[in-house]
């Protein structure tokens, strides 16, 4: 079973700009697709970026579209949220999910790191 740990969070300036790393455990991370999202205090959790087992293709949804990137290293078992031109309604818990290639849910997540960006 893959165990997903995040990094990078951290507090940022508005317009600053971040990078974010979910270290995943096992030698079964190319299996996975891969996904972030955020959960800002007191709102629902929030889809903001996946990626294919493979890297080859990325999808966002249109309020981060541009301002976030997505990539993964499956050699470093790793995948990344570069996260720019921050704004204050940004600032979350940002989580990395792994789901099958084969399909379902996402049924791993990691613990989450905070980004805070300050106006």
């Known amino acids: 079973q893959v165990q997903l740990v995040e990094s990078g969070g951290g507090l940022v300036q508005t317009g600053g700009s971040l990078r974010l790393s979910c270290a995943a455990s096992?030698?079964?991370?190319?299996?996975?697709?891969m996904g972030w999202f955020r959960q800002a205090p007191g709102k629902e959790r929030e889809f903001v970026a996946a990626i294919t087992w493979s890297g080859g293709t990325t999808y966002y949804p249109d309020s981060v579209k541009g301002r976030f990137t997505i990539s993964r290293d499956n050699a470093k078992n790793t995948v990344y949220l570069q996260v720019n031109s921050l704004n204050p309604e940004d600032t979350a818990v940002y989580y990395c999910?792994?789901?099958?290639?084969?399909?379902?849910?996402?049924?791993?997540w990691g613990q989450g790191t905070l980004v805070t960006v300050s106006s």
């Open positions: 999910a792994a789901i099958p290639r084969a399909g379902g849910q996402y049924e791993i």
């Open positions: 096992g030698r079964t991370f190319s299996i996975y697709h």
